[in-house]
């Protein structure tokens, strides 16, 4: 099982909201693959997949805020 | 960044030789009698006679000089004179090849250039629009000085005019072309199209482009020239200039008609020698020139090194390049191979050449040269060829000794007028924008990143008080966004660059967006040249047009510093007020980055008379005053804090207005209202100083906060009154304390309000060392517990209170003494 983080945002920048998931529970992705964007107030950011395998779960959904370093979802 | 351009890794690791074309030198043959095709016998006699003015002029220059007198005529003349004897045919054959729309700008040495632009503008101007040149000037003080002084002479008017503006403005009259504000080094005379002549070696280089920038969006099929020294190749801002001028960008993804390159000419009058320093051979790298042409573009700069001991030989290499220019692919060099038999100055004495090489050049004089060449191909005779060397001389004699006359012809009576200097400084003009740009890309409101910050609430609390996140409401970042783009949108002269501006919406984001809307050419990626980014800007504006440039880092002012210290701030002065600088300069104070990023440099700038100052702490100040000074025909300064970006609104409970809004530069702003200590805050210090003045309340001190959002000017008005009422200041900012503005404030203070005062004004700042790394921080930025133990210990003693800050015990006076 391998989390998807909310990356390190940068200087100041501590929080974003999901834009939008362009992947649904029980998908399989490939490493690298954009799974989510987010934005920051600063900018627009896309979330690779860490590694390949099924989407698991999900834990945030689009227009949510979350915070440096949450698990947004799993990978298995 | 751009997506459209890879950079493809096969491609890169090929093996393969750069090869660069051949670089030409003194390939002009042409003959005399070709050239009197071409020009016509009149213009060619004119061409000598222009010489025949530069060098007499420079001639009367020299005299008074070294001997005090010039002919009868006895003047001490007290400032520089940079003389171009022997550059002659450089000078004149260059103007004879531009036209008048053409822009030169020049050096310390450029008395010649502008002669002879002005000479060659009034030959080919019609007389209407010469009369309405000289009827406005000035409101006509100066044509009418000429029509009085001169009427009954043989002169022509107009080119005493030309003469007299620019002697007048030498020996600092107020009927110099700039009053006599700019002297020597920086006269010019922009309706002939002579611009600013700049006594910071280089300096012309950028501010050059930034006027052919102008050229180029304007498509007005001119072209701007940069008359350099050789000495200047070794100065950063010229390389920067050439890169500018040269970018890929123009081409590769400029929008039509835009994907061209700006006409833009370097012109080296390449005397082989700066100052003492020997260019050739000893302080630069190059063996001719022209050769730094190649280490550019593919294209070389289409350089050339040409004989400027013969002006054919130079105009028809202006004339060519010119030709290159226009169809839209420049820039170009010229490495003009001239000497000067004048010294640097006239302090000269020549103790880095010999006599034999000055005797040498000497029979490579270009008027001797030229003059016999008309003589043997019969174009002129002796005779005529004395006439018109009597003729200059008995003009230059008349009119010089007209204008050493200072009753007639008088300098600014300062002592009459004693702020007058400070009046030429600040226009303080407001532009109206009215109609929108036509050349938007996508209509605002369909931009994704615009329609995310209308889904914001513009206040920063919720009803219960709450704080929002900046994801949920309006941010400083956003605010700005607002007020830029409005302006971008609104007014089609204005253009943003800086690095990162265009697809990464700069460094912090600010700009996110805009890429959508502003065409590239009004919105770009600028090289990592700090010094022209600035540089062109303001050849941009002086040309008629505006410009938002960003510095990313405050701290990388430094990389810009002549061209905000000397140019920047100084030109609407030197000037005489007859320049408009309408450029906003955004800087970011950086966190987190460390001793080269993270530096509070707004007390820096106030140092440098000639800019307006702000930095605004809050959303709603910085839209305000962002468009203000997007408003402003003066230079700004902006500074905005990284820490602050995401900032929502917390003080005005209408939050941030969506609509357009400016606020007037040099108000504060009470933030808290007390009666025990004002507490005077630049910048992001207003927020832990109104933490600290929470705390007060607890100890019984109401402390009013005031922050200073503008510091050139600076409201003394408001704090005065405060000070009145408290009796107390003091000034948090994050500058260094050491000759910081807090300081300069807390002087004034002391003065304005000495008797109210209870106690000195304090000032707390950063230290007087490095800013360390992010984990460290905070030793280094003023604190609220920073501020707490100075109030209980510089100002209510008697709290006897426990003190909690990292300096609580630090000695001042000690720190003082051994430079901290
Ligand atoms: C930035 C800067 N550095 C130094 C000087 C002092 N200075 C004035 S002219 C000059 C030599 C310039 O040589 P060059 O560019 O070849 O022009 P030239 O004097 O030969 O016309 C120097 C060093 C200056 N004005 N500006």
């Not at chain 2, 002297?183 to 070696?201: E, K």
Request: aromatic fraction near 8%.
């Amino acid at each position: 099982m391998t989390d998807i983080i909310i990356p390190n945002l940068g200087n100041e920048i501590s929080e974003a909201e999901i834009t939008e998931w362009l992947v649904g529970a029980g998908e399989e992705v490939e490493e690298g693959e954009v799974v989510l964007l987010i934005s920051t107030t600063k900018t627009a950011l896309e979330i690779e997949a860490p590694v390949s395998g099924k989407i698991s779960q999900i834990n945030f959904s689009e227009g949510d805020l979350v915070q440096v370093g949450d698990v947004v979802g799993q990978i298995e | 960044m751009p997506k459209n351009i890879p950079i493809d890794p096969i491609k890169t690791f090929s093996k393969s030789v750069l090869k660069s074309s051949g670089i030409p030198v003194h390939q002009y043959q042409k003959s005399i009698q070709e050239e009197l095709k071409i020009y016509g016998k009149e213009n060619l006699i004119e061409l000598l006679r222009h010489m025949y003015i530069v060098r007499e002029f420079e001639t009367m220059l020299n005299s008074f000089k070294t001997k005090g007198s010039y002919k009868n005529i006895e003047y001490i003349y007290n400032g520089p004179a940079h003389l171009s004897i022997g550059q002659e045919a450089a000078a004149v054959g260059s103007a004879f090849a531009l036209k008048t729309e053409d822009k030169i700008f020049g050096s310390h040495r450029s008395h010649g250039e502008m002669i002879a632009k002005g000479l060659s503008a009034i030959n080919s101007l019609s007389r209407n629009k010469i009369n309405s040149i000289m009827e406005t000037h000035h409101d006509g003080k100066l044509i009418s000085y000429i029509h009085k002084n001169f009427n009954n002479t043989e002169f022509n008017d107009a080119e005493m005019f030309l003469l007299i503006g620019v002697l007048a403005e030498i020996f600092m009259r107020e009927l110099g072309f700039n009053k006599g504000m700019g002297g020597s080094m920086h006269a010019f005379f922009t309706p002939f199209g002579a611009f600013p002549n700049n006594a910071i070696v280089g300096g012309s280089s950028g501010i050059a482009v930034g006027a052919a920038l102008h050229a180029h969006l304007k498509q007005n099929k001119s072209i701007c020239v940069a008359n350099l020294g050789d000495g200047s190749t070794g100065c950063g801002l010229v390389w920067e200039a050439m890169n500018f001028a040269a970018m890929g960008q123009y081409k590769n993804l400029w929008p039509k008609p835009f994907n061209n390159n700006p006409p833009m000419l370097f012109c080296f009058m390449n005397n082989f020698y700066a100052m003492g320093g020997q260019t050739l051979g000893e302080t630069m790298s190059w063996d001719r020139l022209s050769r730094i042409a190649s280490g550019v573009n593919p294209e070389q700069l289409h350089a050339e090194t040409v004989n400027g001991s013969d002006p054919l030989s130079v105009a028809d290499a202006v004339i060519r390049k010119r030709k290159i220019l226009l169809e839209g692919n420049g820039p170009a060099l010229l490495d003009i191979e001239c000497y000067r038999f004048s010294g640097h100055s006239t302090t000269d004495t020549n103790a880095y050449r010999s006599r034999e090489e000055i005797k040498h050049w000497k029979s490579f004089d270009p008027i001797e040269l030229y003059s016999q060449k008309l003589l043997d191909a019969d174009i002129i005779n002796k005779k005529n060829l004395d006439n018109i060397i009597e003729k200059v001389q008995n003009q230059i004699e008349l009119l010089t000794s007209k204008v050493v006359d200072r009753e007639l012809t008088p300098s600014i009576d300062i002592a009459k007028k004693p702020t007058i200097i400070g009046d030429f400084t600040f226009n303080k003009e407001v532009n109206r924008i009215s109609k929108t740009a036509d050349d938007l890309l996508m209509d605002i409101n369909q931009v994704n990143q615009i329609k995310n910050m209308k889904k914001k609430s513009r206040y920063g609390k919720t009803s219960d008080g709450s704080l929002l996140s900046g994801m949920r409401a309006i941010t400083l970042r956003d605010s700005l966004a607002e007020a830029i783009i409005y302006h971008l949108s609104n007014d089609k002269s204005l253009i943003a660059y800086g690095e990162e501006c265009r697809d990464w919406g700069g460094a912090f984001g600010v700009y996110r967006g805009f890429a959508d809307i502003i065409p590239m050419n009004r919105l770009f990626n600028a090289p990592i040249s700090e010094a022209a980014i600035v540089s062109t800007a303001i050849g941009y504006a002086i040309s008629g047009g505006r410009a938002i440039i960003e510095l990313m880092y405050s701290d990388f002012i430094g990389r810009a510093g002549d061209e905000i210290f000397n140019q920047l701030a100084k030109w609407q002065a030197m000037s005489a007020g007859e320049l408009r600088l309408p450029i906003v300069l955004r800087a970011s104070i950086g966190s987190k980055y460390g001793a080269q990023h993270s530096q509070d440099w707004s007390s820096l700038l106030t140092h440098i008379p000639g800019l307006s100052i702000v930095y605004p702490a809050t959303p709603y100040d910085a839209k305000g005053l962002i468009a203000t000074s997007l408003k402003s025909n003066d230079p700004t300064i902006f500074f905005e804090s990284q820490r602050l970006y995401d900032k929502v609104e917390v003080f005005n409970e209408k939050g941030v207005p969506e609509e357009y809004y400016t606020i007037p530069i040099g108000k504060a702003v009470k933030r808290k209202k007390g009666r025990d200590i004002t507490i005077l805050t630049i910048g992001a210090s207003l927020y832990p100083a109104l933490d600290a003045s929470e705390e007060l309340i607890n100890y019984k001190i109401d402390a009013e906060v005031i922050d200073a959002r503008s510091l050139v000017p600076f409201d003394y008005d408001m704090l005065i009154s405060s000070v009145n009422l408290t009796g107390r200041l003091l000034i948090v900012s994050e500058a260094v304390e050491r000759g910081s503005f807090s300081n300069t404030i807390a002087t004034n203070i002391s003065r304005f309000a000495f008797n109210n005062l209870k106690a000195p004004a304090i000032v707390i700042g950063a230290p007087n060392w490095i800013a360390p790394g992010a984990d460290m921080e905070k030793t280094y930025s003023p604190q609220s517990d920073d501020i707490l133990d100075s109030v209980f210990r510089d100002f209510f003693p008697e709290k006897r209170v426990n003190k909690k800050g990292l300096r609580k015990d630090w000695n001042f006076l000690e720190l003082a003494k051994k430079g901290f």
